[in-house]
């Protein structure tokens, strides 16, 4: 990763701010062990290692694409993020980064297999993200070509696509199983922060992965220091891995609709899931099922044996629950709609929990109060309501008759259920405000 300093490896950082222009002769000193007296008495905001400024007169911190500055790695400083001063709160407009030597660099990032619908979708949203550069994109089938000669939609996307990866901060692989672990290994053992949208690295039991998938997996030691891109359960997680695993559309849907019921305790074991899905996601490759004549006008169910997104959701709401652990049938249909995907999950009360519609619409905000794409809403949601977005939209509900716990919620397989939680997981990562590049509303109608 290239570094924005051009002298001595500071790890604190003075910057000016509009109250007054700091003399300081020094911008830092080595190592972690305080801030010097000067610079507190000084009207300078300071950074220090991994701390993030407390702006003198807000209450809230600026993120590091507000600062542009230096995270301390091993004792070796990184600069990551290009700073768009536009957006910083007022005392600080007024930054001014030749004070200190520093030159903001932004951090380059590139994807692995840009010709399926996940990959362009990721290079679209890419395109719009305020911090981050998409340098470089690769396909084997359109190696040579240009972008937008693949994806005329994205005519502003001009780069080549090649058949290799290189010099890029972070890698994103929409590559599919198997072929994703076995061409990430290098990047990963190199260091490189890899944000995987394949099935590879999801499951933490190997036997798991191999059964479902009836492949050997490729790269079974790397499981251990991967972690489930689902921020809403594991934000802090993701913040510290260097390999993050974004979840199946299916599973993402299913696992936000319960999550909440499980984790506080609500139902039972025994649920029920059923999806309904667009054709984008069966992919670009082509099939009978997704033949417009046999597609349209119909809905079919499919992967009743067991779909391959069902050990996602069992290990994950497997977390939350109170043991026995979670037993779902889950059963997902094609519907002749492009993308989206509505999950309905029913699941009875358990024995002695009383609560009424309005305390379980109370603990699903309660649950998801710091998550910021997912929206609890008073009305069923439809899958327009989050087209090209990544949102989700969750409806919690009871069925007083028969004491069933019925959710339903919305999410853009493409987005949410892809790309968008790609997208979503790199800020996290990287420590950028994680709506960044991702607070578009849904296209309508």
């Known amino acids: 990763m290239r570094s924005g300093l051009s002298s001595r490896p500071w790890t604190c950082l003075a910057i000016a701010t509009r109250f007054g222009l700091s003399s300081l002769r020094q911008a830092g000193q080595r190592g972690n062990d305080g801030i010097r007296p000067s610079i507190l008495r000084s009207r300078a905001i300071v950074l220090i290692g991994e701390s993030a400024p407390l702006v003198r007169r807000h209450r809230r911190r600026l993120s590091h694409s507000q600062w542009g500055a230096l995270r301390h790695v091993n004792s070796r400083p990184v600069s990551r993020f290009q700073h768009p001063t536009s957006n910083f709160p007022p005392p600080t407009r007024a930054l001014y980064f030749p004070l200190v030597g520093v030159t903001p660099v932004t951090t380059t990032v590139g994807i692995l297999n840009v010709t399926g619908y996940a990959g362009s979708e990721l290079a679209r949203l890419l395109h719009g993200h305020p911090d981050v550069r998409l340098a470089a994109v690769t396909g084997r089938s359109a190696a040579g070509k240009r972008l937008p000669d693949v994806f005329p939609h994205l005519w502003a996307l001009d780069l080549p696509i090649t058949e290799s990866l290189e010099g890029v901060d972070v890698v994103f692989s929409a590559l599919p199983h198997a072929a994703a672990a076995e061409q990430l290994v290098p990047y990963i053992e190199a260091g490189t922060p890899v944000i995987d949208l394949s099935a590879d690295f999801r499951l933490k039991r190997v036997d798991e992965y191999e059964s479902f998938y009836k492949v050997t997996h490729p790269a079974p030691h790397l499981l251990p220091s991967a972690v489930f891109g689902l921020p809403e359960l594991h934000r802090d997680d993701i913040a510290a891995t260097k390999l993050t695993a974004v979840p199946g559309c299916h599973s993402t849907g299913v696992i936000l609709a319960l999550a909440p019921a499980f984790a506080a305790g609500l139902i039972e074991p025994d649920v029920v899931a059923d999806t309904k899905t667009g054709l984008s996601g069966a992919g670009r490759t082509l099939g009978l ?157």
Request: hydrophobic share 40%; charged share 20%; aromatic share 8%.
């Open 289 to 445: 099922n997704v033949h417009f004549s046999e597609a349209d006008e119909n809905v079919a169910p499919y992967g009743l044996d067991g779909h391959r997104h069902l050990p996602e959701m069992t290990q994950e709401l497997g977390t939350l629950a109170e043991a026995p652990a979670p037993a779902v049938t889950f059963v997902p249909h094609y519907i002749p709609m492009t993308r989206g995907i509505l999950s309905t999950c029913y699941g009875r009360l358990r024995d002695g929990v009383r609560i009424d519609r309005d305390g379980l619409k109370r603990a699903y905000r309660d649950f998801y109060r710091d998550a910021p794409f997912v929206h609890v809403s008073d009305a069923p949601p439809s899958t327009k309501h989050v087209a090209g977005t990544n949102y989700c939209v969750v409806h919690p509900s009871i069925d007083r008759r028969t004491g069933t716990v019925v959710v339903s919620s919305a999410i853009d397989n493409l987005g949410k259920g892809a790309a968008g939680a790609a997208v979503q997981c790199l800020n996290i990562m990287l420590g950028l405000p994680e709506t960044a590049g991702l607070q578009s509303l849904a296209l309508f109608p």
